[in-house]
Every structure is written in structure tokens, then in C-alpha cells.
T-cell receptor, first 118, second 114 residues
């Protein structure tokens, strides 16, 4: 069972370079998310998507762009990398909430991408 | 805004000791509550959840009870093992028109020694 797969696992960039992180899920989930994890700050939501062709901003969206052209894939782009974007990036996916109150579906996470910007 | 506060770590225990990791939350609505665990080099895994007041989530010997009156969701385990060493995250989720986004605490590192 693949679940949520992130590529690459590690990457080192120079300031100003661009790159794209790929997230793929095989669980037919509607919702997908990108987080960054920094020491002492937990996980913070960058962008998310509630369905194919839709994206929305999270808590810390500046400097990032995303695309959801296919339901199973969610791409995170850095157009001009900055040292402040050095972090571990996690992708997650979930089913959409069911009908009624308290139907939150748990999120399933990938193993992360460790990104260093020099 | 919504927030989650966890006790700071690291927490270091001997094997078979009792574990409590405190978690309190602030939310404008009626959230669902989760505990996630992150083992070294891996992503987060759902450990347990509770969706309404007085619900008890449990898994792998861990448990937590949703206490609305104290806005808390403390994680407990009666006897920890070395294999429980990991970082534990408390989180809340509110259903909104924009998806069930999670708000995480900062995480608590647990180290269990022989």
C-alpha cells in the first residue's frame, strides 16, 4: 500500500532557484494539503485543495504556489527559493467530511521532503 | 483563532513508566481532536481521535478523553516501551467550507530509556 508518496526526499537548492515538490496519493482522497515543519513550531499549513482543479491558501502561503491538475497529485512550487524556506515539507490527504457534525476525516501523511536553501 | 497548546519536551521516562502528555485547545466551534505520532525520519501517523465531548480515543495502549469543560485532550499510557519514543502532536479540526484543516500543537518529544 503506497498511501501518500512524496518526491524527492531530500534536496539542496541555492537561493533564487526554483523547484517543484510532488505529492501523489492512491487512496482516492478529495482533499490534499501541504505543510511545513519547523523546530518548535509544529506543522503549519501552506496550501490545500478540496478537489481537482481547486486550491486555497493556508496559514503560510507566501513564496509558494500549488496546482492540482489531477485528483491524485498535488504539486508545491517554489519560484525563487529563500533560506527562510529551509524546512521539512509534508503532504497529506483525506476524504472529504461526511454529512453532519463531527465527521472529520483523519489526514494521511507522506514521509516528508527535507529541503535546504543555501 | 484556533490553537493547540502542548506541554514542552523532551519528556524522558524509564520503560514501563506512566505517561501523560498534556494538551489544551482553543476553538471557536466544536472541534474534533486528534493525536498524531511521528517516528524518526517518518511522516505523521494518526494515533487516536475523538469527535465529541466525553469520547475516549484509544490505540496501541494510548488513550485520551475529550474534555469540553476543561478544553483538554491529554494523552496517557500506562506502561511505555522504548518503541514509543517519538514526537507526539495534538491537533484539532473544525469542519468549514474550506475543508477539515488541522491546527497542530508544537509537538512533544518522548524518549523512553531501558
Amino acid at each position: 500500500n503506497a498511501g501518500v508518496t512524496q518526491t524527492p526526499k531530500f534536496r539542496v537548492l541555492k537561493t533564487g532557484q526554483s523547484m517543484t515538490l510532488l505529492c501523489a496519493q492512491d487512496m482516492n482522497h478529495e482533499y490534499m494539503y501541504w505543510y511545513r515543519q519547523d523546530p518548535g513550531m509544529g506543522l503549519r499549513l501552506i496550501h490545500y485543495s478540496v478537489g481537482e482543479g481547486t486550491t486555497a491558501k493556508g496559514e503560510v502561503p507566501d513564496g509558494y504556489n500549488v496546482s492540482r491538475l489531477k485528483k491524485q497529485n498535488f504539486l508545491l512550487g517554489l519560484e525563487s527559493a529563500a533560506p527562510s524556506q529551509t524546512s521539512v515539507y509534508f503532504c497529506a490527504s483525506s476524504y472529504s467530511p461526511g454529512q453532519g457534525l463531527n465527521s472529520n476525516q483523519p489526514q494521511h501523511f507522506g514521509d516528508g521532503t527535507r529541503l535546504s536553501i543555501l | 483563532g484556533d490553537s493547540v497548546t502542548q506541554m514542552e519536551g523532551p519528556v524522558t521516562l524509564s520503560e514501563e513508566a506512566f505517561l501523560t502528555i498534556n494538551c489544551t485547545y482553543t476553538a471557536t466551534g466544536y472541534p474534533s481532536l486528534f493525536w498524531y505520532v511521528q517516528y524518526p525520519g517518518e511522516g505523521l501517523q494518526l494515533l487516536l481521535k475523538a469527535t465529541k465531548a466525553d469520547d475516549k480515543g484509544s490505540n496501541k495502549g494510548f488513550e485520551a478523553t475529550y474534555r469540553k469543560e476543561t478544553t483538554s485532550f491529554h494523552l496517557e499510557k500506562g506502561s511505555v516501551q522504548v518503541s514509543d519514543s517519538a514526537v507526539y502532536f495534538c491537533a484539532l479540526s473544525l469542519i468549514t467550507g474550506g475543508g477539515n484543516k488541522l491546527t497542530f500543537g508544537t509537538g512533544t518529544q518522548l524518549k523512553v530509556e531501558l
